[in-house]
């Protein structure tokens, strides 16, 4: 992809002529990935939806699925977003398609893509991930704390930057331009920028790795888990050189 792909994407888009998204927007529009609205906007600071996230994501992942019926057209995204551990039984009642019709946290959202990576059996790089708990995300302790582990997972992933003065926001809803902008992180590895904090000061720290298995249920349908495990052990030379 050229950034001329880029540009003639997005110049569709009578909305995004300055907008800080504007690359992201245009790679995923070329990708097919995203679609702007019948009156040529892209609506850039508008809120996604559940639905429309998980659809994003499951097609940045290579899947191409027909949508389903009229009413709930993407039911089928949903159900692969089951399949491939994004999201799982007890978090989301698959039947309430209401719950699915709702804005998307930004903390659902990286949960979402921290198990995404973890699925393609991708694993943090040497990042001390307790540092960028207690230093760099300046308001984790307003995470809810079943999203804790992943918005860390997600932030030495490179997938996040969080939003101002080194805050996340996990409560707020996820716009559009920063759906387009996570996505196209998750695609290409090269505009991921990892956070290597400085360890000097740290006697012990703390690191989250993460396993993806496959299981057959009785129904005889593949689910994928993963499981996050915490260890402790002494900074060494090699992590203060990373």
Request: net charge negative.
């Amino acid at each position: 992809m050229t950034e001329k792909d880029k540009l003639d994407s997005v110049n569709q888009f009578s909305d995004m002529d300055v907008h800080w998204s504007k690359n992201d927007v245009g790679a995923l529009t070329h990708l097919e990935i995203i679609n702007g609205f019948p009156d040529r906007t892209f609506r850039p600071n508008a809120t996604l939806q559940l639905y429309q996230f998980l659809k994003l994501a499951i097609e940045a992942m290579g899947h191409q699925l027909e949508q389903g019926f009229e009413e709930y057209w993407a039911i089928n995204h949903i159900n692969m977003a089951f399949f491939e551990g994004l999201i799982r039984e007890g978090e989301y009642d698959l039947d309430n398609h209401d719950r699915f019709k709702q804005p998307i946290t930004r903390q659902e959202m990286a949960r979402i893509m921290s198990r995404a990576l973890l699925s393609r059996w991708i694993m943090p790089h040497y990042t001390e991930l307790e540092i960028i708990e207690e230093e760099i995300i300046k308001d984790i302790r307003t995470v809810t704390n079943e999203f804790r582990h992943y918005i860390i997972l997600a932030y030495s992933f490179g997938l996040l930057k969080g939003r101002t003065e080194g805050n996340f926001e996990p409560h707020a809803h996820l716009t559009r331009a920063e759906g387009a902008t996570v996505i196209t992180r998750f695609i290409d590895e090269d505009l991921r920028e990892t956070i290597k904090p400085d360890l000097s000061h740290k006697k012990q720290v703390t690191l989250f790795t993460g396993h993806s298995r496959f299981i057959i249920g009785k129904d005889g349908v593949h689910h994928v888990w993963q499981t996050i495990y915490e260890c402790k052990r002494e900074p060494d030379i090699i992590d203060m050189l990373i």
